[in-house]
């Protein structure tokens, strides 16, 4: 395991919670995670994954908690405040920039100042390294489901992010794309030296992928631990399987 | 052939639909370009008519006049932009619709823009027409070069992302305020300088200039040239403002053909003249 469990973690939940009117989507969530980690959230539906998404995103403020960002609370900044700071996602429900081409859906996420030669050139090397650099010239929205996950992928990379939040990227996949995707993640985050929170409903996969895992469930945190710990966690198995734990 | 009349009326259309296209091409339905316009048009008429009345005035003042209309229209736009930009799709296109009947009343009421019958005698700084079509001509030939270089750039390319999705786009590390923002305050620099010329050009002012039909009249442009490329509302803004006077020979029919253009025009072509498969053929216009 890559990760440095005694540093200051590079992003730390206290207490986070968010309420909907009278909907509490999230409450009193605390972990960390650390540099370099690939970290797993799962949850049966509705248990708040995504709504934690938003949160350290910044497209939801919390209603209770604080998040810390490299030891700085993040409470009111907004969602390009967060991505300039390196915190940058991908969407469950793709959100691509679907009348542009999918090299100009990457050049829109580079932010420093440089010719349009060289940001073209650099988001074709992103391209390349999702496989994507054959269709850089076709709309976003005539790709295919598989290649406009990674496209998100691509974009989010763009913006050169610390840490990666992915939110189902391996939806509407056959395994042996989940496969593929698989050691794809693992490649980028050696190559952009990244730390990983990845959304997967696909649990072989993550235990496959992650370091550590967190388990949601009607927006608690019921479970934390590596991969063999929730595997055995009696909670985990309730929440999935069903009946009292 | 259309006279040089009609062309300058034609090109004053032309920029006005640009004008509409530029929040439009950040995604944003503004219909507060009348207001803007008749702010720029009430400024050069209250300018150009101080001092003792003279039938002419020197092309340096309506520049002048151009430049200060901008400078004021574009601070207007910043103090409203901020709040009403924080609307999104019908609501923003309500509130801009306040700003402009705000706008008109104010001009109406206000103890030195004339009333009902506005400001008349605005000094001309041309004799012909022609004259007229070259201003009119040199800002439109300017606006379309800063959209052409702003559709390649950085700007450009945020504002497409912004009307493609806003809430990606912020995610993305875009500061869609400051992107609409900027979109806006050109929109209405560019409204207010038309606003200029057409005062003097119409030797009058007043405050029917900025009303709500002008809203929709500007906003069918840049529906039937398409909203894809700054091409469209120009041409958009062309043909339509044509369209009435070379009709008039069929006498009251020409406002009920003109009703027909701007309604068959969405449904024959639902994405404008300009459309981004004749923008792909001609190459060039995209980076």
Redesign the interface.
Known sequence: MNAHKNTEPLLALDGVGRRFGGLQALSDVSFGVQRGEIFGLIGPNGAGKTTLFNLL?G?TPASAGAIRWRGRSTHGL???QL??LGI??T?QNL??????TVL?NV???L?H?QA?AALNAQAMGLLEQLGLADLADRRADNLSYGNRRRLEIA??L??RPNLLLLDEPAAGMNPSEKEQLCALLAELRQRHQLTLIVIEHHVPLLMQLCHRLAVLDFGQLIALGTPEQIQRDPRVIAAYLGGAA | MPDNGLLVQMILGALLGLSVYLPMAAGQLSLATPAFYAVGGTLAALMATQGPSAPTISLAAVLLEMLLAAGLTAALAVLVGLPVLRLRGIYLAIATIALVEIVRVAILNLPFTGGATGIFGIPQPFREPLGYLWLSGALLALSGWACQRMETSRLGRSMAAIRDDELASRCMGINTTRVKLTAFVASAALAGMTGVIAAHYLNTWNARQGSFDVAVTTLAFVILGGSRSWLGPVLGGLVLTALPELLRPVGDLRLVLFGLVILLGPVLFPQGLITPALLERFGRWKP
């Open positions: 995103s497209v907004r969602p390009d991505n300039r940058a996602r969407f959100r691509l920039f679907g009348a542009l100009e050049v829109v996420a932010h100042r349009q974009r989010a763009a913006t």
